[in-house]
């Protein structure tokens, strides 16, 4: 079906029906319209996975690794064959529209979603998106780019108005979603902030330049709740409000166009809009597809295997430390919490269930494969904050299964569902049942230990907590928020402690009432006594000193990173500082891997021979990092945003709001390595760095002498592997001016293509650079301007370690003959190249 047989659809349609079209169906469907041969479309979730519709950890997803690790491989190939892997999953739960990626900027490093999204550059975020995109639509789902635009942090995200310069808007910020656009994105999702007094679902930067000036044809749906009020955003380019049926739209769209309060003609090109979008997906006049894996379970896996060593960032190698040789090695000691119970995926609204996970202790006992002793110690005590209840230490009361039994009861106690369940976090039952007053979780536990527990009820209202018969917590907890990853995924915990004697089970009984608007999440939760700290890390100093080699495995907490608050510090949580340091004064030979979604403080980072980047790497996070540490494959990751060693160095850090409710981007265009350039200070790894196990010679750059404005053109870096082994070299190519009329950074990326070669071999990275690549946004004319003259291009391998330079001219004559540069050149273009 063409757009030219869309139109007459509209014809079908009364305005009943058209104006129904534009409110979600439920939570995450649209409703069907038989009239013109439209099922309904479903939605999920999934930057890292695909939930599907229900948020149930029996249903489960295979899990990539997060975003900004996907980011960090700088392998746009890659990407694709991930999307491609994402529209498999799709269509195995009978998703239609995928909501990812997540094109906002790593613009502070205590953003709390930064796992969700690419890095700071938004070249890098844009080639990216555009990359999984591609791959996403290839098999017939819709990606969707979110959340447009400035959606930055998480602090009261629901309300911040972000104020920022034209300049800074056009070249930063929308960058990445017209990049999205030019990949032929079918849908995309506008942010709950306001940016200059206007929320973003009212935007008129959704009509300018969205819509007219990048002719994107697909709908804005709207972030679920984002349409709170009802004639800005229907006379706006906003054309779908999730979730429904209740909202804004709903109630009163209609009432408001036979008004004459909102034209005909902007409710026609929302519809228009979403047929458009059925048609891609193939729900309007076409059965849905039957789904057929594409490719095998062995070979998913394979493939997220890969995607962890392709985006770990190996940041230090001093020595050679690194890959281990398995032939050489007697004892591993492995160290830290997260070596068990690794982080795979940030926390909120983008979380899902993998079926399994490979943790980094399983993944080096598997390379090792027996030959080599392998002696884990966490080094820290358990955690004091409690975590749900799990199939290994409960079970169901009534059947007696590992897990929980989940009940809805009336108001008067009398059960109308029953469940068993295999966590004790419930963001939803199974089903919803007319009548429900109340949400119970009961489970049998036999604590391991004996001593005081803390136990926790997380939910909303009337809460109670019993154990064996005896009430310990009851309450009324009112609803205190209307950010929809509080109320209805991560509401509060509400804790009691309770003495409890080893290996003597015990009934425990939570419950919380239901209310309209403060869903239905619950939470059972432990944590037990606090154990010796001293001992803990005494036992793992004396296995680091005992092992030929220490692995500690570091990193952040759901907490400390996730949707819905921005982080309070960058340094990583409960003592993981003082173990590192114990464990490298024992083994002059450790590793350590770090587990986080973004930027963390690494105080001790200079005194560690071998540091390992992994991010929240997916399911198969252990065995993706047993093959970079044993040296089966290349740590291929090169840094997407740039790591400061410690928090009072970096220097664009605010997401907080004032208290007029704005937020001011006062840096300008100067973010990430930018920031730091400006600042002229040195951080501790930049922007685009990252080892492998091999070197790289920069030998020369060639590049046209003279360019068109706005014409594309290619530059040319020639690089010899220097190393023991074949490897792949990210080369980067950024731009400078120096003495320009207009606000520039001292230099951005505009390029970059990776090379492979054995030794001693030469390859040349072919970087083809926009023609809008010398351009600048020009806030007098409100478009792209060039300014004539010469440019400064310098390749590297990181923001901060560019030995090649050359420039380029500006001009409206045809190009001339190029120039060429030979290492040692000064990175900073202040004397002319040597000219070949």
């Avoid at 009239?35 to 599907?52: E, F, K, Q």
Wanted: aromatic content about 6%; proline content about 7%; some cysteine.
């Amino acid at each position: 079906m063409t757009d030219e047989e869309i139109d007459p659809l509209l014809d079908k349609l009364d305005a009943t029906q058209k104006v129904r079209l534009l409110t979600g169906a439920s939570t995450w469907r649209t409703y069907p319209e038989p009239a013109v041969g439209l099922r309904a479309l479903t939605l999920s979730d999934g930057p890292a996975g695909v939930r599907g519709e229900t948020w149930d950890e029996r249903e489960t997803s295979l899990v990539l690794p997060s975003p900004t690790a996907l980011a960090a491989s700088w392998d746009e190939r890659l990407l694709t064959d991930l999307g491609a892997l994402l529209a498999s999953e799709a269509r195995r739960k009978g998703v239609d529209v995928l909501l990812a990626p997540t094109l906002n900027l790593h613009r502070s490093p205590l953003g709390g979603r930064h796992f969700e999204c690419f890095s700071e550059d938004p070249l890098l975020t844009g080639r990216t998106g555009a990359a999984l995109i591609q791959g996403i639509q290839s098999g017939g789902v819709a990606a969707t780019a979110k959340h447009f635009v400035a959606n930055d942090a998480e602090t009261d995200r629901l309300s911040v108005d972000v104020h920022m310069d034209e300049q800074t808007l056009h070249e930063v910020y929308l960058a990445p979603f017209e990049a999205a656009v030019e990949a032929g994105v079918w849908a995309v999702m506008s942010a709950y902030n306001s940016v200059d007094g206007t929320t973003m679902s009212a935007s008129p930067l959704l009509e300018h330049p969205l819509k007219s000036d990048w002719a994107f044809e697909g709908p804005v749906v709207s972030d679920w709740g984002g349409v709170r009020t009802l004639l800005g955003t229907a006379r706006s380019a906003q054309d779908l409000a999730m979730p429904g049926p209740e909202g804004p739209w709903a109630a009163g769209l209609l009432i408001a166009l036979e008004q004459g309060l909102v034209s005909a003609d902007a409710v026609d090109d929302k519809v228009r809009r979403l047929l458009r979008l059925a048609r891609r997906v193939g729900a309007l006049g076409s059965p849905r597809l039957v789904w057929r894996p594409a490719v095998a379970p062995a070979a998913q896996r394979a493939l997220l295997r890969r995607a962890v060593a392709a985006g770990s960032v190996l940041l230090r190698n001093e020595g050679r430390l690194l890959p281990l040789d398995p032939a050489g090695l007697r004892s591993v000691a492995v160290i830290g919490p997260h070596a068990t119970a690794v982080r795979i995926q940030g926390g909120g609204s983008a979380e899902v269930f993998p079926q399994s996970v490979v943790t980094p202790l399983a993944g080096i006992r598997e390379a090792l494969g027996g030959e080599a002793t392998v002696t884990y110690r966490p080094g820290l005590p358990p955690s004091p904050r409690p975590r749900p209840l799990n199939r290994d230490w409960s079970r169901d009361p009534r059947s007696g299964e590992p897990g929980v039994l989940v009940r809805l009861l009336d108001a008067d106690g009398a059960e109308l569902h029953a469940e068993h369940r295999l966590s004790g976090r419930i963001v939803e039952p199974s089903v919803t049942v007319e009548g429900a007053a109340c949400v119970e979780i009961r489970a049998l536990v036999r604590p391991a230990v004996g001593g005081v527990w803390t136990w926790a009820v997380g939910g909303w209202g009337a809460i109670s907590l019993s154990v064996d018969g005896r009430e310990v917590l009851a309450g009324s907890f009112p609803l205190d928020s209307d950010d929809p990853t509080r109320v209805h995924v991560a509401p509060p915990e509400h804790c009691a402690q309770v003495e409890l004697a080893a290996g003597e089970e015990v009934e425990v009984v939570a419950r919380r009432s239901l209310a309209p608007r403060s869903g239905v999440a619950t939470i059972l939760a432990a944590a037990p006594p606090a154990g010796d700290a001293a001992s803990a890390l005494n036992e793992a100093v004396a296995a680091a000193r005992a092992a030929d080699v220490a692995v500690v495995v570091v990193g952040t907490t759901e907490q400390s990173e996730s949707e819905g608050h921005d982080r309070e510090h960058l340094g990583l949580p409960e003592g993981q500082d003082a173990l590192v340091k114990a464990v490298v004064r024992a083994n002059p030979r450790t590793v350590v891997v770090v587990n986080a979604g973004g930027p963390v403080a690494l105080p001790w980072h200079t005194r560690v021979p071998a540091l390992l980047l992994a991010w929240f790497p997916g399911q198969e996070a252990g065995g993706g990092l047993a093959d970079v540490l044993f040296g089966r494959a290349e740590p291929g990751g090169r840094l997407p945003t740039t790591w400061g060693a410690a928090q009072a160095d970096v220097p664009v850090l605010e997401t907080r709001p004032g208290p007029d409710g704005q937020l001011h981007y006062e840096e300008g265009l100067h973010i990430g390595y930018r920031a730091w350039l400006r600042a002229g200070t040195e951080p501790a790894y930049w922007f685009g760095h990252g080892l492998g196990y091999t070197g790289w010679e920069y030998e020369e750059l060639t590049a046209p002498g003279a360019v068109r404005a706005g014409e594309p053109f290619e530059v040319r870096v020639r690089v010899r592997n220097s190393g023991r082994r074949r490897g792949r070299e990210v080369v980067q190519v950024y731009l400078a001016r120096s003495g320009s009329a207009v606000e520039r950074p001292v230099r951005r990326l505009i390029g970059y293509a990776a090379v492979e070669a054995a030794p001693g071999e030469s390859a040349v990275a072919v970087v083809r650079v926009s023609g809008r690549a010398l351009a600048h946004w020009s806030a007098e004319r409100h478009g792209w301007e060039t300014e004539a003259g010469n440019f400064t291009l310098l390749g590297g391998r990181s923001a901060g370690d560019l030995p090649l330079a050359a420039t380029v001219t500006a001009a409206t004559a045809p190009p001339v003959s190029g120039t060429s540069a030979k290492e040692g050149t000064d990175r900073d273009g202040e004397r002319s190249p040597l000219m070949l």
